[in-house]
Nanobody, 127 residues
């Protein structure tokens, strides 16, 4: 089993920055990606970003490309999501996810491909 714990969410003004972190414990899967998803009130959980075990390549939803950056520190079993230029529409609960399988390409954007999820951290962007 894998346990994922997110942290770093909060309230920020539009245009501001936040970094959320995801600490993994338990079994880890090399050659597997980790991802960030988010769910806004009344909406489905959507893909935000993902990163392969090696740190490359990275994948982003069009809505966050150029503003968000995903990275990982395998020595600390931690994945980060740096969010810059935040907009009110980025307000969501952000979830970290881990896969037990090797995923490539568009598969990393599909939430059903991930086996383990964190409890989520709230990010609120005020206008």
């Amino acid at each position: 089993q894998v346990q994922l714990v997110e942290s770093g969410g909060g309230l920020v003004q539009a245009g501001g920055s936040l970094r959320v972190s995801c600490a993994a414990s338990g079994r880890t899967f090399s050659s597997s990606p980790m991802g960030w998803f988010r769910r806004a009130p009344g909406k489905e959980r959507e893909f935000v970003a993902a990163i392969q075990w090696s740190g490359y390549p990275t994948y982003y939803a069009d809505s966050v490309k150029g503003r968000f950056a995903i990275s990982r520190d395998n020595a600390k079993n931690t994945v980060y999501l740096q969010m810059n230029g935040l907009k009110p529409e980025d307000t969501s609960v952000y979830y970290c996810a881990a896969s037990s399988r090797a995923l490539v390409g568009a598969l990393v954007t599909q939430r059903e491909r991930y086996d383990f999820w964190g409890q989520g951290t709230q990010v609120t962007v005020s206008s």
